[in-house]
């Protein structure tokens, strides 16, 4: 993930609300998704955005998406304990390439 | 429906000894991809099929890594012979179609070459 980066680390309080951030290259992007790690196991599709829109929204989850900036955020309202993982952000080139960046572990606390 | 199934869980070899890993994507998923995942790192695209074929190979290393979807449906990632920096995760995800970032991964295999 040379081309994707995230900050490695976010710690929370259980309610709070956590906002893991991403920056991008690719300007020719046309998807960007967040997938979810948990301990042991593969990766989960959590929920994406096309480029055109700035924001969409999954019942807790909310991405914002500066293309000008090439930034993206994701914002999960109520943290869980359950939330805990590793997320990971991810770029769909138009060459059909999936670019991940180096994971962001989230950790909360009860 | 049953989720992509890697085995084996979790390997210890030797290096210089050969490693092999099998994967069975979910029925129906037309593309296979096989990653690595360094500890602390996002998964690295290997290689990536579509059906038997292998149209993204670019980031494999040819010289001990090879892969084969003979039938189209399952694969098998291989290293021979494998080094100390091969330990990492091996992931295996699928997906129904090309040109697509909505994979479906299974639980990874780890490998630890002492």
């Known amino acids: 993930g040379e081309d994707v980066e995230q900050s490695l680390f976010l710690s929370v309080r259980e309610g709070d609300s956590s906002v893991i951030n991403c920056t991008y290259t690719d300007s020719s992007s046309t998807y960007l998704y967040w997938y979810k790690q948990e301990p042991g196991a593969g990766l989960q599709l959590l929920t994406y955005?096309?480029?055109?829109?700035d924001m969409k929204q999954d019942q807790r989850l909310t991405v914002l998406l500066n293309k000008k900036d090439k930034h993206l955020s994701l914002r999960i309202a109520d943290t869980q304990t359950g939330d805990s993982a590793i997320y990971f952000c991810a770029e769909a080139r138009n060459t059909g390439k999936l670019i991940f960046g180096q994971g962001t572990t989230l950790q909360v606390k009860p | 429906e049953a989720g992509v199934v890697q085995s084996p869980r979790y390997k210890i070899i030797e290096k210089k000894q050969p490693v092999a890993f099998w994967c069975n994507p979910i029925s129906g998923h037309n593309t296979l991809y096989w990653y690595l995942q360094n500890l602390g790192q996002g998964p690295e695209l290997l290689i990536r099929y579509e059906n038997e074929e292998a149209v993204d190979d670019s980031q494999l290393p040819k010289d001990r890594f090879s892969a084969e979807r003979l039938k189209g449906v399952d694969s098998t990632l291989k290293i021979q012979p494998a080094e100390l920096g091969d330990s990492a995760v091996y992931l295996c995800a699928s997906s129904r179609q090309a040109d697509t970032g909505e994979l479906f991964f299974g639980e990874g295999s780890r490998l630890t070459v002492l």
């Open positions: 955005i096309f480029s055109n829109m």
